[in-house]
């Protein structure tokens, strides 16, 4: 019989896993041994702050990020196969959304092997629920392009979409870009058109404001430079 995937979310900052993950789910990884991570320094860290049961040495970890071949997924099924259960974490949030997590994920299902998502933060759901934008109609587009003039293109087609059925539409960034993505949605959107932007989700610093584009170009701007920041909008 196989093992089962938990997918483990991690703290969305430095904090204490237990400001932010319930007992149970802590209780859920303490025992694991083997694990599939994006980068094996930072998960032994958060491991060792959850209070695993193994010695740091002891554990089992295997890395899985944008470097990862497609061909190598593969073995990394290997222990689910073995009856050994597995748990999958990303460098902050929830595994397996916008993270390269999701084609182990995909393996997993196609194999029957069990999937069991844990109780942990979402930065995407966390913002949505604080913006005050529809909750009811929303999609995440992920990472809109980096070249300016494919970027504006994607942004005046999500305002579109957003305004014909009244969808919320969130986004993303790599922190040394939030600036030139906050500058370009001001150029680019509607003065009506209301944006949020969502920084430092759980942590001290946290900021959720939801104002019009016409406010936002009124009003000093935010402070997303390499921050960690959720985009949200709605026409």
Known sequence: MSGTLYLIPVPLGPTAPEHSLPANVLDTIRPLEHFVVEQAKTARAFLKAAGTNKALQELQLEELNEHTKSDALDHLLTPLRLGHDVGLLSEAGCPAVADPGANLVALAQKEGIRVVPLIGPSSLLLALMASGLNGQRFAFQGYLPAK???????????????????QTQLFIETPYRNRAMFDAILQTCQPATRLTVATDLTLPGESVLTRTIAQWKKQAPPEIERRPTVFLMLA
Do not use: F, I
């Open 148 to 166: 300016e003039v494919d970027r504006s293109k994607a942004l005046r087609d999500l305002e579109s979409e957003s305004r014909k059925r009244q």
